[in-house]
């Protein structure tokens, strides 16, 4: 039988689990000339009984392996700054109905990955400060998936993942206010 996917009507503590793992994190700013980048690690393992889990599992939103890598640059003569973000999350647990209840949460969905690109032009508008930015997400275009859903009788399997799977922004940031200094007055 399937666990019940509405919301319980009875809330109780009796719950356990455990969760380990580690951070990494390396940020330079000081290697490359007007570049910064950064790269961060982190690894987790935990099993809960959760909310209705018939057994001990990992949880649908926790990936072992997480992995961001941020790179940006600034061009003083174009005052313009560019960069990426690359992501990786090793692929999440879901439901599947067709396994028994001892194998609950042990099919993983694929890893996820995600690449983007942004630029941002620092300039004035009205005599305000102001930043035009341009981004897009998942530039390789890679159909990412966070979960399944399945039908009522377990035979039709759906992918759910980004309502799109690239988004664009184009966008200006102004500063409207003072341009007076109050720094000061924190001291």
């Known amino acids: 039988m399937a666990p019940s996917t509405g919301i319980d009507s009875v809330y109780t503590n009796s719950g356990d689990g455990y969760a380990k793992g580690f951070d990494i994190f390396w940020r330079d700013k000081q290697t490359l000339k007007y570049g910064d980048y950064w790269i961060s690690y982190s690894y987790l393992d935990t099993k809960r009984d959760y909310r209705n889990f018939p057994i001990s599992a990992t949880p649908a939103f926790a990936a072992k392996h997480t992995l961001s890598v941020v790179y940006k640059y600034f061009f003083p003569k174009l005052n313009l700054q ?21 194998e609950f949460l042990t099919d993983f969905t694929k890893p996820y990955r995600n690449l ?19 981004s897009v997400t998942n530039v390789l275009g890679i159909n990412n998936v966070f979960t ?11 992918e759910v993942g980004p309502t799109s799977t690239r988004f664009i922004f184009i966008g200006t940031f102004i500063n409207i206010g003072s341009r007076k200094d109050d720094s000061d007055k924190y001291n």
């Open 82 to 102: 560019a960069g990426f973000t690359f992501a990786y999350n090793s692929g999440r647990p879901y439901y599947n109905p067709d396994k028994p209840s001892s």
């Open 116 to 134: 983007s690109l942004n630029a941002s032009y620092l300039t004035s508008i009205f005599k305000s400060f102001a930043v035009v930015v341009f």
């Open 148 to 158: 399944y859903h399945y039908s009522s009788d377990g035979t039709r399997r759906t």
